[in-house]
């Protein structure tokens, strides 16, 4: 059973990185930059260029870049904090925020309609490996970012 979870893993990966790029390519992004603003979309309120550093796990120098190329694009915009001048906040342009949502929702439709086919406890097993996908590879990349092939 492990060796097929490893193929199908493998496919699943495959499959979801082609589906990005074809969601980007829609939206005129960088799959990853897609993701990046899926990231931010996910945030309660504006946030710093450290703050996006930190969820994306890129420099600052680089997430500097990051902003640069969605502000160009009209995702994001910069503003003062109006509390502390010194610091520049990020902010999901809406409209273009609804256009990406509105992609999500159209393509929603068939995700959601296959998790329907799963009960409470299969659901339950779904968001656990997932929440421990997303922690394994934050270690695996920070891992990676170090030189070495991360934790096993």
Same mark, same amino acid.
């Given at each position: ?17 082609? +589906?990005?790029? #074809? ?13 990046? %603003?899926? %990231? ?54 809406? #409209?273009?925020?609804?256009? +990406? ?5 159209? %393509? ?19 968001? #656990? ?8 590879? #934050? ?14």
């Amino acid at each position: 059973m492990l060796a097929e979870l490893s193929v199908v893993s493998r496919r699943y990966m495959a499959a979801y990185a082609l +589906f990005n790029q #074809a969601v980007a390519d829609r939206l005129r992004l960088h799959p990853t930059d897609l993701q990046y %603003l899926n %990231l931010l979309g996910l945030e309660a309120a504006p946030v710093t260029t450290g703050r996006i550093a930190e969820l994306t796990g890129l420099t600052t120098g680089s997430a500097t870049r990051l902003v640069d190329r969605l502000e160009r694009a009209g995702y994001v915009t910069r503003a003062r904090d109006t509390v502390d001048r010194r610091r520049v906040l990020v902010a999901t342009v809406p #409209a273009r925020m609804a256009e +990406f949502g509105a992609l999500r929702e159209q %393509l929603n439709a068939g995700w959601s309609a296959m998790s329907e086919a799963y009960d409470d406890a299969e659901v339950a097993l779904l968001i #656990a490996r997932m929440r421990r996908t997303v922690e394994l590879s #934050a270690a695996q990349i920070a891992g990676l970012r170090e030189g070495d092939s991360g934790p096993g």
